[in-house]
């Protein structure tokens, strides 16, 4: 089955203390996206990749890290979190080429920090 | 930089009544893509327009592309429960969001 998968998918944290939120596709998608949804400020993106060791700020990139050492993972890394990255967090991926770019999300993770 | 705006924020309906949901960019969009997230859920893709004034149905949801490519709307006619969720637009090659609408359906 076609799909992403990110974890954990609840996470409560303390301030300054570091985490990675893992993401992982099987569908071989050149590109990659993490997003967070905060209410009435719709998705918006923190980074993305378009390839393995290819990535570039979003929007929103500030207080998180990524890497992409393999094609299917894109973990989100935060260094030192603050409570104003509570939110929940989104891994998406979609082809680089054919057209149609149809994003596939994962589940979600829900980020709280105290 | 580039913006998508989308109105209304929220849209409670009795069902069977219309529901329609307006984008609008700053700039002109080479495409424009449709998700619904369900509450508690991930958005999932619906449909991605690319072509000036492009229709597209799907059973009762109609998508349309402006023809300045800078705005795009959804309809859906006959609201029913499971309709239920927030619609979001996002466009562009960067796939920039919009707010989103929560839809509300009243059985």
């Known amino acids: 089955e076609a799909q992403v998968t990110q974890n954990p998918r609840y996470l409560i944290t303390v301030t300054g203390k570091k985490l990675t939120v893992t993401c992982s596709q099987n569908?071989?998608?050149?590109?990659m996206s993490w997003y967070r949804q905060d209410p009435g400020l719709g998705l918006r993106q923190i980074y993305y990749?378009?390839?393995?060791?290819?990535?570039d700020k979003g929007d929103v990139p500030e207080g998180y890290k990524v890497s992409r050492k393999e094609k299917r993972n894109f973990p989100l890394i935060l260094e030192s979190p603050s409570p104003n990255q509570t939110s929940l967090y989104f891994c998406a991926s979609r082809t680089g080429t054919g057209g149609i770019y149809e994003q596939y999300f994962g589940p979600g993770t829900r980020l709280t920090v105290t | 930089g580039q913006q998508v705006m989308q109105i209304p924020q929220y849209q409670h309906v009795q069902e069977g009544e219309d529901f329609t949901t307006y984008c609008n960019s700053s700039t002109t969009l080479s495409n424009i893509q449709w998700y619904k997230q369900r509450p508690g859920g991930h958005p999932v893709f619906l449909i991605q327009l690319v072509k000036s004034g492009e229709v597209k149905k799907q059973k009762r949801l109609t998508f349309q592309f402006g023809e300045a490519k800078k705005n795009s709307s959804l309809h859906i006619t006959a609201t029913q429960t499971t309709d239920v969720g927030t619609y979001f637009c996002a466009g562009g090659g960067k796939l920039i969001f919009g707010q989103g609408t929560e839809l509300s359906v009243k059985p």
């Open positions: 569908m071989n998608h050149e590109y």
């Open positions: 990749s378009m390839n393995v060791e290819v990535t």
